[in-house]
């Protein structure tokens, strides 16, 4: 490739050239700078989307590490499924309040969110993984939490399935990256089962519809935050 000297202005002296060579030095200048500049950006661009991927950053069901290869936005997302252990309450919490403070803002009480007590959280996670109240499967990338699910078999279902889908949180960086539909699946298959959403939660209602869940009529109020939830039914 020809580099042409730079010349900041065409009334700069740029000797043995006339006018009108001068400005097509310039301009071929100025044009092989910009694009330069375009490729850093667009590398910068890719780093970005790395970074934000990679930073982000018990007794249970006896499962080995299952891999599942999915796409999030334009890369390949490597999450491993395994079964949750006593020693993971801790990791779990905190990508549990994680989950809730980026998930529920502006729907949940701020004052809520702003007092949520992780210490709290990982003796709760602890006490349901040591006690069987709970079965819990975490997805993993790069060793880092990006997905729990849990689940157990309610005692006041009612007239729904007694299988209960008790949470579901993936990382705002795996959404649509079909991590949660792993999870899922790994929860409750196909079975009949049913789960509690908070009634102002489209997205979520969403992904429960497309996999078979619908609103069966019945509303509660969550002791915690207040707020309304719907109850949504798959089979019977």
């Known amino acids: 490739m020809v580099v042409f000297r730079y010349c900041r202005d065409v009334s700069d002296n740029c000797p043995t050239v006339n006018d009108a060579t001068r400005r097509t030095r310039v301009y071929a200048d100025v044009g092989h700078l910009l694009f330069r500049a375009n490729v850093t950006l667009m590398r910068l661009d890719r780093l970005n989307v790395t970074f934000k991927r990679n930073g982000w950053s018990a007794t249970g069901a006896k499962l080995t590490g299952v891999t599942t290869e999915q796409r999030a936005d334009d890369e390949d997302v490597r999450a491993t499924l395994r079964a949750a252990q006593v020693s993971d309450s801790r990791s779990i919490a905190q990508f549990h309040t994680r989950c809730w403070r980026e998930a529920y803002r502006g729907l949940v009480p701020q004052d809520y969110l702003d007092r949520v007590d992780v210490d709290d959280r990982a003796v709760r ?4 993984l040591v006690n069987g109240g709970r079965r819990a499967v975490v997805a993993e990338v790069g060793g880092q939490i990006v997905g729990v699910v849990s689940w157990a078999r309610s005692r006041d279902a009612g007239s729904a399935p007694p299988l209960e889908l008790k949470s579901l949180y993936v990382a705002a960086a795996y959404r649509g990256s079909g991590i949660a539909a792993d999870l899922l699946d790994r ?12 009634e102002d939660n489209p997205r979520a209602h969403q992904f429960y519809r497309k996999h078979g869940f619908a609103p069966d009529g019945e509303r509660d109020v969550d002791a915690d935050t207040g707020l309304w939830e719907l109850r949504m039914v798959r089979g019977r």
């Not at 996670?125 to 349901?128: L, M, Q």
């Not at 298959?189 to 959403?197: E, N, S, Y």
């Open 187 to 198: 929860a409750v298959g196909t079975k009949a089962a049913h789960l509690w959403v908070f």
């Open 125 to 128: 996670w602890r006490d349901r």
